[in-house]
């Protein structure tokens, strides 16, 4: 007979490594099986950037083209954030960049048919925290970006609300460390807003708050 965890017991705290910096950290991650994504995922999608870099932006989980190429916001989504980033006066390529979660979640009606993103559950978020709460003990960034309710969420608790907060910039402490926090709408929302250049204007100007809380 075959046993699972309960979902209480997920974690990926056992395969975290306890020292090596972000290359082992990524390494190590690429065989979590901390909780039950990781069987229909094709791959770990870890975060992305310069152990240095000043700030660190979080999204949700990788998408359909992120699952496939390995690496965060490499699909529509990211294009989108690249373009709202350079427009705000924030340089993506010295960003370093992850996901709360970090296995593709998805429903799929049959097999080829289209893979369709599914928000990951709090359990799963905090099954997957340590690998976050590590990146963050690492680069120590001057300022965190969150990109939508369910990296709010991870970061600052369930009772997180973008609509309130965003634009703002938030002095919270998170995982034992005093951090800055800006948090906006997440770019997939941009997309599929009825008016998206209005969603999109208000992407650029949450992140021009943040441009400003780096100067
Ligand atoms: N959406 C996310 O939240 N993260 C990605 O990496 C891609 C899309």
New binding site residues.
């Given amino acids: 007979m075959v046993t699972h965890a309960p979902e209480d017991a997920y974690t990926a705290a056992p395969f975290l490594p306890d020292h090596g910096g972000l290359t082992a950290l990524r390494k190590a991650a690429a065989d979590c099986r901390g909780c039950p994504l990781h069987r229909n995922a094709t791959q770990t999608?870890f975060g992305a950037g310069a152990e240095n870099a000043r700030v660190m932006l979080v999204?949700?989980?990788?998408?359909d083209?992120?699952d496939r190429q390995g690496s965060?916001?490499?699909?529509p989504?990211?294009k989108l954030l690249d373009r709202a980033l350079n427009e705000a006066g924030i340089d993506p390529s010295e960003a370093y960049?992850t996901?709360a979660v970090k296995h593709f979640k998805f429903t799929q009606a049959e097999p080829r048919k289209r893979r369709i993103h599914k928000a990951p559950t709090l359990r799963e978020m905090s099954a997957c925290g340590p690998w976050l709460a590590a990146e963050l003990a690492l680069v120590e960034p001057e300022l965190i970006v969150v990109?939508?309710a369910?990296?709010g969420k991870a970061l600052l608790g369930s009772s997180f609300r973008v609509t309130q907060v965003r634009g703002t910039v938030l002095d919270r402490e998170i995982h034992g460390r005093a951090e800055r926090v800006v948090a906006t709408v997440?770019?997939?929302s941009v997309l599929r807003a009825e008016d998206r250049e209005g969603a999109y204007r208000g992407l650029v100007s949450d992140l021009r708050v943040a441009a400003r809380a780096l100067l």
């Fill in positions: 999608v999204g949700e989980q990788p998408g083209q992120e965060p916001f490499v699909g989504a990211g960049i996901n990109l939508g369910t990296a997440h770019p997939s």
